[in-house]
């Protein structure tokens, strides 16, 4: 596992595929987002595209995973979190995290949150960011460890995300 500089080329890579994915789920989809840390500017980032696709109809996805499929994704149902639909592309060296969410489904605005909290507090990406380069050359083959490493300033920074999103909406 290897965590890199922020790349621009990794929103081009978002705008390509989401246009592919629009056309495989046209019928459904409300909205498409590019989200995680290969979102945010000038983050470290492990070299994956995370995409959050929000859906009318979340149960009617399961009919799109052969075209998925087609499209190099790997289907892993809702892979722990009720109500989403999750898929993988590129085998072990993954390119691509596809999140799919039935419209109104709370964890959209959790990922989204966490990603508009970090584009706007440098400091805070800085932090999240270092941790993340720090930990990749500590676990360099183990993402558990890596994964386990960053939970809890993940934790801490959703808490104040959320925080700052419900003051920006009152």
């Given at each position: 596992?290897?965590?890199?500089?922020?790349?621009?080329?990794?929103?081009?890579?978002?705008?390509?595929?989401?246009?592919?994915?629009?056309?495989?789920l046209?019928?459904?989809?409300?909205?498409?987002?590019h989200?995680?840390?290969?979102?945010?500017?000038?983050?470290?980032?492990?070299?994956?595209?995370?995409?959050?696709?929000?859906?009318?109809?979340?149960?009617l996805?399961?009919?799109?995973?052969?075209?998925?499929?087609?499209?190099?994704?790997?289907?892993?149902?809702?892979?722990?979190?009720?109500?989403?639909?999750?898929?993988?592309?590129?085998?072990?060296?993954?390119?691509?995290h596809?999140?799919?969410?039935?419209?109104?489904?709370?964890?959209?605005?959790?990922?989204?949150?966490?990603?508009?909290?970090?584009?706007?507090?440098?400091?805070?990406?800085?932090?999240?960011?270092?941790?993340?380069?720090?930990?990749?050359?500590?676990?360099?083959?183990?993402?558990?460890?890596?994964?386990?490493?960053?939970?809890?300033?993940?934790?801490?920074?959703?808490?104040?995300?959320?925080?700052?999103?419900r003051t920006?909406?009152e």
């Amino acid at each position: 596992m290897i965590v890199l500089s922020y790349d621009t080329q990794w929103a081009l890579l978002f705008e390509e595929e989401a246009e592919q994915l629009k056309g495989i789920l046209a019928k459904e989809i409300v909205a498409i987002h590019h989200f995680g840390s290969t979102s945010v500017p000038k983050l470290d980032s492990k070299p994956v595209i995370d995409i959050l696709a929000i859906v009318k109809e979340i149960d009617l996805i399961d009919a799109y995973n052969d075209e998925l499929q087609a499209m190099g994704y790997e289907s892993k149902g809702e892979n722990g979190i009720p109500g989403r639909r999750y898929f993988q592309k590129g085998g072990d060296d993954r390119t691509h995290h596809l999140h799919i969410y039935g419209d109104g489904s709370p964890e959209i605005e959790r990922h989204l949150v966490f990603r508009d909290y970090l584009r706007t507090h440098p400091a805070v990406m800085k932090e999240y960011g270092g941790l993340k380069r720090n930990l990749s050359r500590q676990f360099p083959f183990d993402i558990d460890s890596y994964i386990l490493g960053k939970e809890k300033l993940a934790a801490k920074i959703q808490k104040q995300a959320l925080a700052w999103y419900r003051t920006r909406r009152e």
